[in-house]
């Protein structure tokens, strides 16, 4: 059984696509460590470029991508889960460089959390199109500076766009964590979210790490 995730942000966006007129933005790996995590792909000090999430353009050529790798892989018995992704920094994770990390911070580049969330609400919209009969999965992560109310937000919207088809995901989740002591009204992001995905999973509804 395969589980596919395409990176769209940092490691998989062609330079064609800014040549088309995507606009992007640029940080500096290292100064979070998540920017480089266990992988050595990235060293510290380095320059990565990705495009802006809600762009028009980069989004379009996304929809387009996630269109040919339906018509490629939804017929493929072997491929059981595809993981959602959007405009993101080095992994395919709801994750984005702080502002402090970059050389123009988000409020600069036109951050709302409106556009925000329409842009994951499209691409998430072309995978269910693309991909009509397999399991949908999302790792949610704090993006960037904002709060976590956005990334609940699109995770309120996957569950009720797809249904029982959706799987909430959240990468740092460990069998040697005691998770019933997280709270959903909680002050901390991270414990927010994981106790709404433990809810989901509490409730028999399908969840992944």
């Known amino acids: 059984m395969v589980t596919l995730r395409i990176w769209g942000g940092a490691r998989g966006t062609p330079d064609w ?3 088309t007129g995507a606009q992007a933005y640029e940080w500096t790996v290292g100064l979070n460590p998540w920017a480089i995590g266990q992988n050595t792909t990235f060293k ?4 990565l470029k990705a495009p802006i999430p ?7 050529e996304w929809k387009l991508f996630i269109q040919a790798m339906g018509k ?14 959007s405009g993101v920094g080095p992994w395919g994770e709801m994750i984005l460089p702080r502002s402090s990390e970059m050389k123009v911070g988000w409020r600069e580049l036109g951050w709302d959390d409106d556009k925000y969330f329409t842009a994951y609400k499209a691409c998430i919209d072309a995978y269910a199109d693309a991909f009509p009969e397999k399991r949908l999965a999302m790792s949610f992560s704090r993006p960037g500076d904002a ?5 609940l937000r699109i995770l309120r919207y996957a569950r009720e766009a797809l249904g029982e088809r959706f799987m909430a995901m959240q990468n740092g989740f460990s069998g ?7 709270e959903i009204d909680s002050g901390q992001f991270n414990q927010r979210l994981i106790a709404t995905i433990c809810k989901d999973g509490k409730a028999g509804k399908p969840i992944g790490f």
């Open 147 to 151: 709060p976590a109310s956005v990334a």
């Open 44 to 47: 510290k000090g380095q320059i």
């Open 54 to 60: 809600w762009d028009p353009v980069w989004l379009q």
């Open 72 to 85: 490629k892989f939804s017929p493929d018995p072997h491929v059981v889960v595809i993981i959602m992704t």
């Open 17 to 19: 696509v800014y040549k």
């Open 176 to 182: 040697a964590a005691d998770y019933n002591k997280y």
